[in-house]
């Protein structure tokens, strides 16, 4: 079972990934929901993610930021994002931070979007194992 973070700031966002996708279909689970980077980094402290759904504009610490902080120290765990925004800008510097897809939220409720991707994501969670959690201090996480 892959393991799954969501992150957005739009509550309504997280309901609709929570409720439409059919991710048991998919051999994965929800373990989590964060409404902003710094949550989510502090999630991810205590809990074993192998993929992470992120926004990329968020208050206190953007998709970005999170992407990058969390790939530093636990390059393992994929990401992709989610945007309201198909700015080429930010489409290229995520993927710099290794986002593995960059998915429109108007493509969210699309078949032929999500389902390609998530077998995808499925079958490259199921090809590099679960995430393997290296132990690190507190300070590494805040830099």
Known sequence: MTDILLVDDEPMILEILKRTIPWSQYDMRIVGCCSNGEQALEFLKTHKVSLVFTDIKMPHMDGLELIRRVHSFLPDIRFVVLSSYSDFVLVKESFQYGVTDYIL?????????MDPLLKRMQHMCREHGVAQRREIGVTDWVR
């Open 105 to 113: 939220k108007i493509d969210l409720d699309d078949d032929r979007v």
